[in-house]
T-cell receptor, first 112, second 117 residues
């Protein structure tokens, strides 16, 4: 089945810096790659997603890039703010094309 | 729109008892619901896929006799943890895929914190 690897597991940046989180996936048939932000004890919140027919998508300070050939995708957060501090998960569809398989998560800490 | 609720939000039970967790799609119908388990500081692990009117599909390593899933209607799926033990203590999160939504849409419930003493 699908396997999603995520790096780094922790990331500390200064306010205003950029943060990049990278994921790789194993199933070349996967076609949907969302990113979630999860605060402690809360549900994951979708922050951006990308489908396999595009290479990049941007929404204000957040962008995602996808390299299908290399089977990796990345989350880019620019001008980070303390409120960006949370755990971020990448995900991909599994072989059935329905359930999401998650990476292990990245704890982002933004210090002011 | 697209709200998913879970009940209860937290539960504490004694070892050996059974606990039922409900997942409801409040303003849409869901043919498919997913159950995830999340241990502290870990990722969401898919436990099973629940389809309305049929048996759930369990991921490898998840005991179907221990984690009973019932998807009796297009708005409700239940997860029953039978004979719960302390190692079952976790955050259980469901998500629901809308009947009329796009192929990638799914919406998460707020989660249920289970503590087994």
């Amino acid at each position: 089945g699908e396997n999603v690897e995520q790096h780094p597991s922790t990331l500390s940046v200064q306010e205003g810096d950029s943060a990049v989180i990278k994921c790789t996936y194993s199933d070349s048939a996967s076609n949907y790659f969302p990113w979630y932000k999860q605060e402690l004890g809360k549900r994951p919140q979708l922050i951006i997603d990308i489908r396999s027919n595009v290479g990049e998508k941007k929404d204000q300070r957040i962008a995602v890039t996808l390299n299908k050939t290399a089977k990796h995708f990345s989350l880019h957060i620019t001008e980070t703010q303390p409120e960006d501090s949370a755990v971020y998960f990448c995900a991909a569809h599994n072989q059935a094309g329905t359930a999401l398989i998650f990476g292990k998560g990245t704890t982002l800490s933004v210090s002011s | 729109g697209a709200v998913v609720s879970q009940h209860p939000s937290w539960v504490i039970c004694k070892s050996g008892t059974s606990v039922k967790i409900e997942c409801r799609s409040l303003d849409f119908q869901a043919t498919t619901m997913f159950w995830y388990r999340q241990f502290p500081k870990q990722s969401l692990m898919l436990m099973a896929t629940s389809n309305e009117g049929s048996k759930a599909t369990y991921e490898q390593g998840v005991e179907k006799d221990k984690f009973l899933i019932n998807h009796a209607s297009l708005t409700l799926s239940t997860l029953t943890v039978t004979s719960a033990h302390p190692e079952d203590s976790s955050f259980y999160i469901c998500s629901a895929r809308p009947l009329a939504g796009g192929p990638n849409e799914q919406f998460f419930g707020p989660g249920t914190r289970l503590t087994v003493l």
